[in-house]
C-alpha cells in the first residue's frame, strides 16, 4: 500500500493526518516519551508519598530522589559512542565519508541518536543539504509520528507539535519526494508551504522490543521499578532515622510535678513521687536494611547491565585486559546488541548519503561499515604488544592497526600525515624516512 491508498482509508483524505495522530497507540506511545521526559526531569514516584498529619500538625515526609537513571542511560551511551565510531570500507568512499562526518557533525549526531534511544525507545534523524554540506538533525521523539501500513511498510512521516502558549497546532508531513507544512492558526488547517524532499523520509531508530517490532522501548521500563523500590525505602528509611532514633520520646509514669528545667541544662536529675522515666527509641537492624539496600542495588546493577565496581567504594588494583573485560562483560553485551539495530539505521543513512552525493556530481561506489570504539579501560601496554605480535605473525595490516590502537584518534588524518612525512613501511611494519 502506498502513501495515497494510505490515505483514502481516513473520513477526510486531505487531512489524514490530523486523524493519523489521534490513534491510540500513536497516543499511548508519545504519552510513555513525555512520561520518561519528566521523570528523567525529577517527576518521581516517591514525590507522591503522603505526609502524616496528628492532631492538626503536619510531618513532612522524606521524599528522597536518586535520578540513578540518568548515570545508567549516560554510561551506555558514552560505552558505545563516547569516542568517535570509525568508517571502514573502500579507501574512496570511506574518504569521502569521513568528510561528510566532520562537516556535519556526525559523531554528535549519532550520540544523540543512541541517548534519546536509550531514553525513550525510539530517535528520528532528518538528513538534509544545507549549502552543499550533508547535514542530520535530530527530531524531538514527543513530536514524531511515523506512518506504517498494514505490511509494515514505512510509508509517511508526522512531525506533530502544539505551542503551549499559543495553542497553535502545526504539521510537518513528510512524504518520500516532498514535504507539506500545515498550521490549524485561526481554526481550521490550512497548508503554509510545500517543498521538494531529496533526501526521503526521516530514518526511524528504535531498539529491539518484543511487544512491538516497529517501535522501540526505554531502557527505563526495566530500571525504573527498582528505582522506586531504592528511593521509597529511603525515604522510609530516612524518617525512620530522624523521627524514631534521633528524636527519641521522653516518657515519664507518675504523679506530675510542677517545676522546671532551664534549656541549657547538663547533669540535672528529675524526680517522679512514686514514678518512672525512660526514652523510648526504635532500635534498627542495621544488617537487615544493609542485606536489602545491597540486594536491591545489585539487581539494578544486574539490570541495567552496569558495571558493579563504577559508582561503588570498591577498591581495583592490578587489574589486567582480561580481568577488565570480565567486568564490563554485561555492558558489552548490551552494547553488542544496541550495534546490531544502530547499524540499521547507519546503512539507510549512508543510502541517502549516496543519493546526495550523486545529485551533486559525485560518483561514488562501494560499501561503508561502521567500527565501533568501546570506551572500556584498557592496558595499553597489552593491547599494543598483542598488535605488534600480530603484525610480527603477518596477521594483521598497518591500517588495522591504526584502527584498533587507543593512541591513534583519527585514523585518515595520521596516514595523510605520515604521508606528508615522506614515510615508506618496510615489510616489518617499522618506519623508515625516504
Known amino acids: 500500500m502506498n502513501i495515497e491508498q494510505y490515505k483514502m482509508t481516513f473520513d477526510n483524505p486531505a487531512l489524514w493526518f490530523v486523524e493519523e495522530v489521534k490513534k491510540g497507540y500513536h497516543v499511548n506511545r508519545i504519552s510513555k516519551v513525555i512520561e520518561n521526559r519528566n521523570y528523567l526531569g525529577g517527576q518521581h514516584k516517591v514525590l507522591t508519598r503522603e505526609d502524616a498529619k496528628y492532631k492538626g500538625k503536619e510531618l513532612i515526609t522524606r521524599k528522597t530522589i536518586i535520578n540513578y537513571a540518568k548515570t545508567v542511560l549516560n554510561f551506555h551511551s558514552t560505552y558505545l559512542l563516547g569516542k568517535p565510531v570509525s568508517l571502514t570500507g573502500d579507501e574512496e568512499i570511506t574518504k569521502t565519508f569521513s568528510d561528510i562526518y566532520k ?17 525513550f525507545g525510539d530517535a528520528y534523524e532528518l538528513v538534509y543539504v544545507d549549502n552543499g554540506i550533508i547535514k542530520s538533525k535530530v527530531l524531538d521523539s514527543a513530536d514524531c509520528y511515523p506512518v506504517y501500513d498494514d505490511m509494515g511498510e514505512y510509508i509517511a512521516f508526522i512531525e506533530h507539535w502544539t505551542d503551549a502558549y499559543s495553542g497553535i497546532s502545526y504539521y510537518n508531513v513528510y512524504y518520500p519526494t516532498y514535504v507539506e507544512y500545515w498550521s490549524n492558526e485561526g481554526g481550521e488547517e490550512y497548508l503554509i508551504d510545500t517543498k521538494i524532499n531529496v533526501c526521503g523520509l526521516p530514518i526511524h531508530y528504535h531498539n529491539f522490543n518484543d511487544n512491538d517490532y516497529y517501535y522501540g522501548e526505554s531502557i527505563l521500563v526495566d530500571i525504573k521499578p527498582l528505582l522506586d523500590e531504592l528511593e521509597d525505602i529511603l525515604s522510609k528509611m530516612g524518617d525512620a532515622i530522624y523521627v524514631n532514633s534521633l528524636n527519641p520520646m521522653s516518657v515519664a509514669i507518675g504523679q506530675r510535678i510542677e517545676s522546671s528545667i532551664p534549656a541549657d541544662a547538663t547533669g540535672y536529675v528529675l524526680n517522679l513521687d512514686n514514678g518512672d522515666y525512660k526514652v523510648v527509641s526504635t532500635m534498627m537492624d542495621y544488617n537487615t536494611i544493609k542485606l536489602y539496600l545491597d ?34 562483560h554485561m555492558a558489552n553485551i548490551k552494547a553488542m546488541e544496541t550495534e546490531k539495530w544502530l547499524n540499521v539505521g547507519m546503512q539507510e543513512r ?10 551533486q556530481g559525485i560518483k561514488v561506489d562501494g560499501e561503508v561499515e561502521v567500527e565501533y570504539n568501546l570506551s572500556i579501560p584498557v592496558a595499553t601496554d597489552e593491547v599494543v604488544a598483542n598488535l605488534k605480535a600480530m603484525r610480527d605473525m603477518g596477521a594483521i595490516s598497518i591500517d588495522t592497526i591504526m584502527e584498533k590502537s587507543a593512541l591513534i584518534g583519527d585514523v585518515s588524518v595520521e596516514k595523510d600525515r605520515l604521508r606528508s612525512e615522506s614515510v615508506v613501511l618496510n615489510d616489518n611494519g617499522s618506519h623508515l624516512a625516504e
Open 295 to 328: 540486594n536491591v542495588k545489585q539487581f539494578l546493577n544486574d539490570i541495567a547491565c552496569i558495571p558493579s565496581a563504577l559508582g561503588s567504594s570498591t577498591n581495583i588494583a592490578n587489574v589486567s585486559e582480561v580481568s577488565l573485560k570480565m567486568l564490563f
Open 103 to 119: 562537516l556535519g557533525l556526525y559523531n554528535t549526531v549519532d550520540y544523540q541518536i543512541l541517548d534519546r534511544v536509550n531514553k
Open 350 to 359: 549512508f543510502k541517502k548519503f549516496k543519493e546526495i552525493l550523486n545529485m
